[in-house]
């Protein structure tokens, strides 16, 4: 039986499809899985496809093929819940020419919305919050016999640690593998806290032995996943607790980010490991040294900044400062000199002034990221912005904010990629380039994608590249 690869749409990124097969024991029917927004949402997409397949259903790659449909939904922004509504009302069609097609809603939007989906959206049948998925076969079986389900409870143990994922996107060669759940943080424009749950960390046995699987099944890199890596501690299950309150016991057996870096990177010399999201309150140097002491863990670290300025911080309630953040980026240049770093930035947050946003654009210029992922800010409902501050800055001074970031985003982006034209970088082969079939594509250890022409070198290799040219996006080489 064929598990298939389902459409993967994203604001940021969009995944490649590929194929995998899979055995359905006792086919009950065609389920189609479509997901948006965050890594963490594709990763839970897989953990959903295996429990699924486990219990007789077979991904398929159309949703005209399908008898259970379920899009994993992402909430973080106003745009990204209107392109759920939007597929939602082109699938109404389909459910008239299928009046048997269950259509589930599952993820972040779900979790938000509860019961209120079922009224809002008549066509949906089911509504499943990121906790509740190895529920997912018996509310099936029960919306089978014609009512409606619901199940939105958040866990504090939940972590999936035991089911193994179903690989639908990617290449082969890179994996995700979520090492933790939740978020603790309560930055006060974010959604997630409430639509994710409490943090915790997934038990490192299991990660290690999902990890060791992948490099045994040819995959050359894998991404350590969660909404704040840097605060992961296992000491034995359950939900987070601060290092210094736990018992001596669970001190001398606990694992941290560091050590779990290390860990996955002594599985092979030959297996990359990367991780995302750092959060810059927690981003340690103890984590740096770990970096600096494996040449497979890759040279990049995605440490979003959303501001630079220290009163926006405050009051997005990120925990740092200006300074702060300056202070871990010089830890960074320091103890990494080769490591490429990206950001997220939010434009118009409440009550931002224009020399506020201007100290936002020093900052980025001042750290020179090789690459952000830039946002208006978009109210939440529920969040702590919501509840206490006013949503004041008109959504053309946003825009014009959001354009010059942009802007000179680009520009550095260029420059970063210009430095390292006639450099050799050692680069992982992931495939054939989307422009060209004479052309492999793959990333260097600072995540930089690099295009080059075939060769002889084949996928899943590494190789060694020298830049020529290159584009804001992407480096341009040839195989030496
Ligand atoms: N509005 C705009 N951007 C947001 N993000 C999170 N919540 C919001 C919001 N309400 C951005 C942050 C975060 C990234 C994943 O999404 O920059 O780091
Ligand atoms: Fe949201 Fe902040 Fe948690 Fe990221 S760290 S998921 S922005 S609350």
Redesign the pocket.
């Known amino acids: 039986m064929l598990i298939s690869e389902n459409k993967v749409i994203d604001e940021t990124r969009q995944g490649e499809a590929t194929v995998l097969n899979a055995e359905v024991k006792d086919k009950k029917g065609n389920l189609y899985l479509e997901s948006y927004g965050c890594q963490m949402n594709f990763s839970d997409s897989e953990i959903v496809a295996s429990v699924m397949a486990e219990n007789g259903y077979a991904t398929t790659q159309t949703a005209e093929d399908a008898d259970v449909i379920f899009l994993n939904t992402c909430a973080i922004r106003e745009n990204a819940e209107q392109r759920v509504r939007k597929r939602l009302s082109e699938l109404k069609a389909l459910k008239k020419e299928k009046p048997h097609l269950m259509v589930g809603v599952l993820g972040c939007m779900a979790e938000r919305l509860k019961e209120k989906f079922l009224e809002e959206e008549k066509l949906v049948d089911l509504v499943v919050g990121p906790d509740a998925y190895r529920d997912l076969p018996a509310l099936v079986e029960r919306t089978e016999s014609g009512s409606k389900s619901v199940n939105v409870l958040l866990s504090l143990e939940e972590t999936y640690a035991d089911i193994n994922p179903v690989r639908l996107t990617g290449n082969g060669i890179s994996a995700f593998i979520s090492i933790m759940r939740g978020?603790d943080?309560?930055?006060s424009?974010?959604v997630?806290?409430f639509t994710r749950g409490r943090e915790r960390s997934r038990d490192p046995e299991s990660i290690m032995k999902e990890a060791r699987e992948l490099f045994e099944a040819g995959y050359r890199e894998i991404t350590l996943l969660g909404?704040?890596v840097d605060s992961y501690l296992w000491f034995g299950g359950g939900p987070k607790k601060e290092f210094k309150l736990l018992s001596d016991e669970e001190k001398a057996a606990s694992v941290d980010f560091a050590d779990l870096l290390k860990m996955t990177a002594e599985i092979s010399p030959e297996l990359r490991v990367r991780f995302t999201?750092s959060?810059p309150r927690d981003l340690t140097d103890k984590v740096l040294h770990a970096m600096a002491a494996y040449d497979n863990i890759c040279k990049y670290i995605h440490l979003?900044v959303q501001s630079g300025n220290t009163r926006v911080l405050s009051l997005m309630n990120r925990g740092y400062s200006r300074e702060w953040y300056m202070d871990r980026v010089e830890a960074v240049r320091r103890i990494l000199p080769d490591c490429a770093l990206s950001t997220d930035i939010i434009t118009g947050f409440c009550t931002e002034t224009d020399e506020e946003h201007k100290d936002t654009l020093s900052l980025m210029e001042w750290a020179a990221f090789d690459y952000s992922y830039m946002f208006k800010y978009s109210e939440r409902p529920k969040t702590p912005a919501e509840r206490k501050y006013t949503d004041d800055i008109p959504e053309e001074v946003k825009t014009a904010r959001l354009t010059e970031v942009i802007q000179l985003q680009n520009r550095m982006s260029l420059e970063s990629n210009k430095k390292d034209i006639g450099k050799v970088f050692e680069v992982l082969v992931e495939g054939p380039s989307k422009k060209s079939v004479d052309d492999f594509c793959g990333r260097n250890s600072q995540n930089k994608m690099i295009v080059f022409p075939k060769g002889n070198a084949q996928k899943g290799q590494y190789v060694k590249v020298k830049v020529n040219t290159c584009t804001s996006a992407t480096l341009i080489g040839e195989l030496v």
Do not use: G
């Open positions: 978020c943080n309560m930055c424009f974010c997630v806290p909404q704040n999201t959060h979003p």
